[in-house]
Nanobody
Framework: QVQLTESGGGSVQAGGSLRLSCAVS????????MGWFRQAPGKEREFVAS????????NYADSVKGRFTATLDFAKNTVFLQMRNLQPEDTAVYYC??????????WGQGTQVTVSS
């Protein structure tokens, strides 16, 4: 029912920026929590950021604080992840997720972010 469609990935040089988008369809509960995760090759998936639809409360992983910003457009049912000063260690597949009943129940297909140097 809930479908997440991600876009915005790509390749950039270290210090560059990208903005990821996640369009949400089938979401009708305003108290939903959205999240961003990433997984580098051969590594575990890790939490990046989360944002609440109502109230706009945001949490960030320590590794991205000060560089990444999660936002949302309530009217368009879209969440964003603005990534600045990207570093090679940020290279990963980034996933959008939706939390339901205390579990991350829905996931996007993932979008590749590659940072050179």
């Amino acid at each position: 029912q809930v479908q997440l469609t991600e876009s915005g990935g790509g390749s950039v040089q270290a210090g560059g920026s990208l903005r990821l988008s996640c369009a949400v369809s089938g979401r009708s509960i305003s108290r939903d929590i959205m999240g961003w995760f990433r997984q580098a090759p051969g590594k575990e998936r890790e939490f990046v950021a989360s944002i609440v639809w109502i109230g706009n409360n945001v949490n960030y992983a320590d590794s991205v604080k000060g560089r990444f910003t999660a936002t949302l457009d309530f009217a368009k049912n879209t969440v964003f992840l603005q990534m600045r000063n990207l570093q090679p260690e940020d290279t990963a597949v980034y996933y959008c997720a939706a939390k339901s009943l205390n579990t991350w129940a829905y996931w996007g297909q993932g979008t590749q972010v590659t940072v050179s140097s």
